[in-house]
């Protein structure tokens, strides 16, 4: 079936260092890619998606780009700050009766100052 | 815009009471609706989601149930709660896009410990 499996957590970075969110899935088909984040006590956000291959979504300095032939869609920023600590949530989104998103299984993000 | 309202936020409830969670949209029509369960330390489950009044697909069998008794009204519930029901519920909704994918909204969450 359809899945997504993200770099296990949790994963802690100083102020201004790069980050990389390992990202991968299985799907038949071609499925639109997300990346959401949750803060703590919050609901989710989204914060980046891409719709079809080679597609990268960018938002706040994040970027992830829809690789087909590796079946993955990595989230990274070149220099992480301290309020982008959250969990982030990789997803896929299927047509399956309706509109669903499998999600992975989230990576918590700690920056330190 | 739309908006989507989830309540409660926290709910601490003992070993078999009843369980009602309610949602709704605000600023949009026939929008399909989701239930979705964030256990400690692990990913988001879909449990139930809808696309249209009074018609509820589930997605694992378990101790809870949903109905959608209007367009925009989706509400969780349990007869009798266990302690495995305890965990984050969130809410979600998107716009019907046949052939397409359009993003989920979310609310809040709902923190539910069973004691």
């Known amino acids: 079936g359809d899945s997504v499996t993200q770099m296990e957590g949790p994963v802690t970075l100083s102020e201004e260092a790069f980050l990389t969110i390992n990202c991968t899935y299985t799907?038949?088909?071609?499925?639109?890619l997300f990346w959401y984040v949750q803060y703590p006590g919050e609901g989710l956000q989204l914060l980046l998606k891409?719709?079809?291959?080679?597609d990268k979504g960018s938002n706040k300095g994040f970027e992830a780009t829809y690789r087909k032939e590796t079946t993955s869609f990595h989230l990274e920023k070149g220099s992480v700050q301290v309020s982008d600590s959250a969990v982030y949530f990789c997803?896929?989104?299927?047509?399956?009766?309706?509109?669903?998103?499998?999600f992975g299984q989230g990576t918590r993000l700690t920056i330190n100052p | 815009s739309q908006t989507i309202h989830q309540w409660p936020a926290t709910l601490v409830q003992p070993v078999g009471s009843p369980l009602s969670l309610e949602c709704t949209v605000e600023?949009?029509?026939?929008?399909?609706l989701y239930w979705y369960r964030q256990a400690a330390g692990r990913g988001l489950q879909l449990l139930f989601y809808?696309?249209?009044?009074?018609?509820i697909s589930s997605e694992v069998p378990q101790n809870l149930s949903a109905s959608r008794p209007q367009d925009r009204q989706f509400i969780l519930s349990s007869k009798k709660l266990l302690l495995s029901d305890s965990g984050f519920y969130l809410c979600?909704?998107?716009?019907?896009?046949?052939?397409?994918?359009?993003?989920?909204?979310f609310g809040q969450g709902t923190r539910l410990t069973v004691v």
């Open positions: 979600a909704w998107s716009m019907p896009a046949p052939g397409g994918y359009t993003e989920a909204f």
């Open positions: 600023g949009t029509s026939n929008p399909n």
């Open positions: 997803a896929l989104s299927i047509i399956q009766g309706a509109q669903k998103l499998v």
């Open positions: 809808s696309v249209g009044i009074g018609q």
């Open positions: 799907a038949t088909g071609y499925p639109s």
């Open positions: 891409a719709t079809k291959a080679d």
